[in-house]
């Protein structure tokens, strides 16, 4: 790359928004939140941070919210908690990393929709309805799919009036069209990556990603080397599958979800606590968490500059960065 380019890839990723649609702190009390500093040092400017999963007992996924929240509100000189995007496009100014956060599975309300509401006021903007394994809501992408059920229907109803962005990672290709056919607002997927490149049941289908773009929602594409398609994948591998949903459905169609696990080296690091490894991330689908490459953040500015290569414009790389997440969240986080 001319030393042009990477200057010029430089300046463009630290002006524009950055917006990382999905990351992971180790889901433990007493974890050193700080680490998110890296994100900001690599220019990025908001994250959405995981609080659980379907596995995740609700006590450990309230808890770990409550430290979250406290230790970010105590380094309040370097992290914002950002509930509304007037508040993201603040903490940019000022120099802050603004965090949301998302839940990664409906098992956790425990069918009360009124969760949602305690949910959406502590600060979680983004929601699955499903991980990877059937639930009474539908179909998991390691699963049989029956599609949405009609506890599954309604609550994507609550979810568009509450103001939590619906997101169909993790979720079976069957039940998510239904859940995009559902929603009356924009539907992300905050971190998945297109199975036309590379044929996981995690990757999404071309149908999956025209029903997206025709929710007006975005796709995330992340940095897991097992979804990228080669191992210890990082920007090169990212930029060919954003450049695959641009072709296909248009640039304001994808963004970003690293899914970066600051520790990802086991299963009960990534759960919270001890689980059923082979039942949630079935080994015969790939998983080893002692050898998945996860790209950190430090790669995104990598991101922009391949973009950059390929002949995309200032405006449409904006997009990609930050501009789409920041307009699904206009539109959803009511
Ligand atoms: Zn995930």
Known sequence: MPESTAEAAAILHRDSLVWDAHSCLPLRYGTDVGVLSRHKRAATDFVSINIGMDMTPLGDIMTVLAYYRVWLGNDSERFALAGTPDSISRAKEAGKLAVAFDLEGAVPLGGQFGMLDFFYNYGVRQMHLIYNRTNEVGGGCHDDDPGLSAYGRSLVAKLNETGITVDCSHAGERTSLDIMAASTRPVVFSHANVRALTDHPRNLSDAQIDACAASGGVIGINGVDLFLGEPGAGSEAMVRHIDYIAQRVGVAHVGLGLDYSYESDSAEAVAG???????????????????????????????????????????????????NFLRVAKATWV
């Open 273 to 323: 606590a001890p689980v059923d490894e082979s039942y949630w991330w079935p080994p015969g689908n790939g998983y080893d968490f002692s050898a998945m490459h996860f790209a950190p953040p430090e790669v995104l500015p990598a991101v922009t500059a391949g973009l950059i290569e390929r002949g995309y414009s200032e405006p449409d790389i904006r997009a990609v960065l930050g501009g």
